[in-house]
């Protein structure tokens, strides 16, 4: 089995900001547990600007970017060190990658970083992915590591993707509110539950119940289990693996498999380059059950400049996102041959990604 588990900020951290060396500590014993019963673990850890928020105090006051940029870069180091030291505990070696944006727009660099995961498993090394805070900053940043740990659950076709929190999971109100109940189970082709899903964003991370929703539902419509858990609970990994009564919510993953490609084409959204507007009736067939390519027949404008294979939008007349593709000409070829019959496709099949 291989599993990639996402470890948040507030999991981290203790009520003053501070590392919680401890629970790394029995993460830490856990994934070697996991390990040591074949499962194959990837890491996804926040933590990096916490921790450097606590070893400097800077003597001028920074804007949010500087600063993040500074915390990170110098906590970065202090994290690792401590997943070092405890790994090393198990005669386990763990290594470090450090991911933008730009490592996931393109296919070469996707399968690149696809690659160095894939050699690192293969020589037992238990890879610790986080964003590189210090250069990734406005339109180069992730949502949060919880749109990372998607892309690298895809990426590396786990089985399972398990997101730690500082709650349960998803509840059916506030989850402070006794009245609200703990919803278990989350079958992605029939139940919307967004109308539950609390908008505040985490005192430390920067993301929120929000985002781990909608990531977690477009990762079990790939096909992947995805477990939004409690990280503060005592041997959590170890029961969510060995027992499924476990406390936590979990993301029932569609049986039809998805393919690497389209993975990486739906999670390809905030590299789009441009805008692909279509009429009512090529989106009713695009929305049909069967697979169609998007010809210019069906396209009324363009919006954005782009190249060929760049990733672009499927709007429909009203504005709405239907789609995301990989484009077979540029912009202005494009443009030319708008409403025209008999021409190539503007998004083949193979490289596009409807959302149903």
């Excluded at 029995?26 to 994934?31: E, G, P, S, W």
């Excluded at 202090?78 to 790994?87: A, G, I, M, Q, T």
């Excluded at 919510?249 to 490609?261: D, N």
């Excluded at 007349?317 to 008999?342: F, H, P």
Aim: glycine share 8%; aromatic share 6%; with cysteine.
């Amino acid at each position: 089995m291989r599993i990639v588990v996402k470890i948040g900020s507030n999991v981290l951290t203790r009520a003053d900001g501070s590392l919680d060396v401890t629970r790394i500590s029995a993460l830490v014993d856990q994934v070697a547990e996991l390990k040591s019963r074949g499962v194959e673990v990837i890491l996804v850890s926040s933590g990096a600007v916490a921790s450097g928020r606590k070893l400097l105090s800077p003597q001028t006051k920074l804007d949010v970017v500087s600063a993040r940029q500074l915390f990170s870069a110098i906590g970065q180091v202090k994290l690792l060190n401590h997943y070092y030291d405890f790994f090393h505990q198990y005669n386990i070696v763990c290594g470090q990658i450090l991911a933008t944006k730009e490592d996931f727009s393109t296919r070469r660099h996707y399968l690149n970083q696809r690659n160095c995961i894939e050699v690192m498993l293969d020589h037992d090394v238990i890879p610790i992915i986080n964003e590189n805070d210090a250069i990734s900053v406005n339109e180069l940043m992730f949502t949060d590591n919880d749109e990372l740990s998607g892309l690298v659950a895809t990426m590396v076709g786990a089985e399972k993707l398990i997101i730690l929190s500082n709650i349960d999971g998803i509840f059916s109100g506030h989850p402070d509110d006794e009245n609200s109940r703990l919803i278990p189970e989350i079958h992605v082709d029939r139940d919307d539950l967004s109308q539950y899903i609390q908008r505040s964003k985490s005192s430390n991370g920067r993301g929120g119940m929000i985002t781990k929703y909608n990531i977690a539902r477009k990762v079990a419509e790939e096909g992947i289990e995805v477990v939004i858990a409690n990280g503060k609970r005592a041997n959590i990994l170890v029961d969510l693996i060995q027992n499924p009564e476990t406390t936590c919510s979990r993301f029932l993953p569609l049986k039809e498999k998805t393919s690497s490609v389209k993975k990486w084409i739906a999670h390809s959204e905030s590299f789009a380059k441009g805008e692909i507007y279509v009429n009512g009736g090529a989106k009713e067939i695009l929305l049909g059950n069967k697979a169609v390519s998007l010809l210019m027949v069906g396209v009324t404008h363009i919006e954005g400049e782009f190249e060929p294979d760049d990733i672009v939008k499927i709007m429909d007349e009203n504005g709405c996102q239907i789609g995301v593709g990989k484009t077979t000409y540029g912009s202005d070829k494009a443009i030319s041959l708008i409403g025209k019959a008999r021409s190539k496709p503007i998004v083949h099949y193979d490289y596009l990604y409807i959302e149903k």
